[in-house]
């Protein structure tokens, strides 16, 4: 009976001791390319563009923050519709990540639940629906900051 240690058996064209061989080196060349850090994300719009894109989102928000402060619920839903349609603008895709993307729906998301609240003419639920826009906003201007630092 031969000794188990120099038996080889062929599958496919491979030895039974290439196929671990193979395998860690397949495995190896995933975990190299898998812990490299992301390449920054490069912008797709003009720093001017953006700038005046963001600017035209301040108005918006403060049409909001006006129609809260004196309980104009035309307003509040004008400037909640306004922010989501500017959302979905290719001035708004200025970073092209799955990060900056989830953080674009749950503005959008968020936006959309404040116009509802004005439509209800639910002043509280409009309030607490701003906040969340505006953490949304916040925490998808970190995201992108973050994404162009390389973090």
Not at 53 to 80: P, S
Not at 91 to 106: F, I, K, N, P
Request: net charge neutral; aromatic share 6%; proline share 4%.
């Amino acid at each position: 009976m031969p000794s188990s240690s120099k038996a080889t058996t062929k599958i496919s064209g491979w030895t039974d001791r290439a196929w671990p061989v193979a395998a860690s080196v397949l495995l190896l060349a995933v975990v190299v390319v898998c812990a490299r850090p992301p390449a920054a994300a490069e912008p797709t719009v003009e720093p001017d563009q953006v700038a005046a894109f963001m600017r035209a989102k301040l108005g918006h928000a403060q049409n909001v923050l006006e129609g809260l402060a004196v309980e104009d619920f035309d307003l509040i839903e004008r400037g909640a519709q306004d922010l989501a349609l500017a959302s979905q603008a290719s001035s708004w895709q200025v970073l092209q990540t799955a990060d900056y993307a989830r953080h674009s729906d749950e503005f959008r998301r968020s936006s959309n639940a404040l116009r509802a609240a004005a439509k209800a003419r639910n002043l509280d639920g409009a309030a607490l629906a701003w906040m969340e826009v505006t953490m949304k906003s916040s925490q998808g201007h970190k995201s992108g900051r973050d994404t162009e630092r390389g973090r």
